[in-house]
C-alpha cells in the first residue's frame, strides 16, 4: 500500500496552487507596477487616488474572488 495523508481542507488546498515565492513576487510586481506608473494612473480621475501597498493576504483574497466568481456564475458583476 501507499502512504496515507490527511485530506487537505480549503485553504490548504488553495494554497497549493501558489506557492509563498510567487505569490511573494506578484505582491512586488504589483506594488512596483503602481509606485512607477501612480503619476498615469492618477491623471484618469477628478481626484487623486492614494495608492496603498498591497500584502500577500490582499492578493490572496483577490485571487480567490476571481476564483470564486469563475466558479460561481452572476448575470451582473454586481451580484457579487
Given at each position: 500500500?501507499?502512504?496515507?495523508?490527511?485530506?487537505?481542507?480549503?485553504?490548504?488546498?488553495?494554497?497549493?496552487?501558489?506557492?509563498?515565492?510567487?505569490?511573494?513576487?506578484?505582491?512586488?510586481?504589483?506594488?512596483?507596477?503602481?509606485?512607477?506608473?501612480?503619476?498615469?494612473?492618477?491623471?484618469?480621475?477628478?481626484?487623486?487616488?492614494?495608492w496603498t501597498?498591497?500584502?500577500?493576504?490582499?492578493?490572496?483574497?483577490?485571487?480567490?474572488?476571481?476564483?470564486?466568481?469563475?466558479?460561481?456564475?452572476?448575470?451582473?458583476?454586481?451580484?457579487?
Amino acid at each position: 500500500g501507499g502512504a496515507v495523508t490527511e485530506p487537505l481542507d480549503e485553504l490548504s488546498t488553495f494554497l497549493l496552487l501558489f506557492s509563498e515565492a510567487c505569490l511573494e513576487r506578484i505582491v512586488c510586481a504589483t506594488n512596483s507596477y503602481a509606485e512607477y506608473d501612480k503619476n498615469k494612473l492618477n491623471s484618469s480621475y477628478d481626484t487623486p487616488r492614494i495608492w496603498t501597498p498591497t500584502s500577500r493576504t490582499e492578493v490572496l483574497h483577490y485571487i480567490g474572488c476571481l476564483f470564486y466568481m469563475g466558479i460561481h456564475r452572476e448575470l451582473l458583476r454586481n451580484d457579487y
